[in-house]
């Protein structure tokens, strides 16, 4: 999470969306920053919400803005599944060496979900509040320029973004008959990525 007080914007970070590289590029400029730990960094709605909203608003009389970003969800999956097949969690239960990415989907899928494939959700993390905190300005992960460009205008700098913390690219096979039982499953995902848009 990065607080910029000036421009009265608050970065949410979700997870697999690239924020480590935005956090690397706008440090400097950040009023606040939320590295560690990963419940604070990655801190959803609902935790912002709770825990950092009240802090801006009653101790700081400040209401400041909130931006994120959201990833095709299969991609996202293909993202969160790479970076478990990583060597450092060889022998480990969130481990998914061995497993095919349809099986990671098909457990994704599961009401009781194995380590390996609790890796939480995007529109659970995006989820507007009860009184009324949302994110303001929600981008697609996919949409570069639109995301940096909104970025660049509103903290008034050039943005040039590192690729860190990714995983390696190797291909992701998923079959046709998984991909629609994931559409049809988890169309509040789908549905919420789809509603963005790309900005023109």
Known sequence: MLVFWKEKIVLLAVPKTGTTAIENALANKASMIVSHPPELKHA???????????????????????????????????SWYRYRQRDFLDGKPNSTKGISFDDFVLAYMKGDKPAFANVGSQARFLEPRPNGTKVDHLFQYEDVA????????????????????????????LSKAVETRFKRKMHEEMDLWNSIGVRV
Do not use: H
């Not at 825990?51 to 996202?76: D, G, V, Y």
């Not at 509103?154 to 690219?169: G, M, P, Q, Y």
């Open 146 to 173: 639109g995301w940096t460009g909104f970025l660049e205008e509103r903290l008034d700098r050039k943005i040039d973004l590192d690729r860190l913390n990714v995983s390696a690219n190797q291909p992701l096979e």
């Open 44 to 78: 959803p709605v609902y935790r912002y919400n709770r825990f950092f909203r009240p802090m801006f608003e009653k101790a700081c009389n400040a209401q400041l803005e909130t931006f994120a970003m959201m990833r095709e969800p299969i991609s996202w999956l293909g």
